[in-house]
């Protein structure tokens, strides 16, 4: 008796783990379908202005803000991009699952510090506390994330929202 419940509670343990890493490596995530209306970067006048991509490929998940990534390419040049769109101070591409081949955030973070892509403003607040990245290469390529940004540190960590920050949603800060 006392082996076949040791069995039990193993198969139920691997059981539990196979059911954790679906769900956190593949379950969750949904693929976005391309409408023709998906990338975005902000002017320097603070609009949010469609640009032209194309072999676009993203993937997010409702269970969590930071979920989304993309792969796509533009026809406009950074040099084009620098003059008109706001750049991104201070861009950590994150990780996306393994399966989505396109994106690979350690050598596009690479290639963001060594100046071989740029990156820009997407949306901001997408969410609140979320802003949308997008980093572009000179040949075209470009990658998209949701990133924190500075309202959203201090908002998650149970702070009143910083001076020139929009007033959090209810209940996500003290008040």
């Given amino acids: ?104 955030a350690d050598g596009i973070g690479e290639a963001l510090e060594a100046g071989k892509a740029q990156a820009f403003l997407s949306v901001e607040n997408i969410h609140y506390g979320i802003d949308r990245v997008v980093a572009i290469f000179p040949d075209g390529h470009g990658y998209a994330w949701h990133q924190i940004n500075h309202c959203g540190e201090v908002v998650f960590d149970g702070q009143p929202a910083p001076e020139g920050c929009p007033p959090p949603p209810e209940g996500t800060a003290r008040q």
Avoid: N
């Fill in 1 to 104: 008796m006392g082996k076949f419940l040791a069995a039990v509670i193993v198969v139920s343990a691997l059981l539990a783990g196979a059911g954790i890493y679906y769900f956190q490596v593949y379950g969750y995530y949904d693929e976005v379908v391309p409408t023709g209306d998906d990338v975005y970067l902000t002017d320097k006048a603070g609009e949010a202005v469609r640009i032209p991509y194309e072999d676009f490929e993203a993937i997010d998940a409702y269970s969590s803000p930071i979920r989304y990534r993309a792969c796509f390419r533009t026809s406009l040049s950074l040099e084009e991009m620098s003059e008109g769109f706001q750049p991104y101070a201070k861009p950590v591409p994150l990780q996306a699952p393994y399966w989505f081949g396109c994106y690979e």
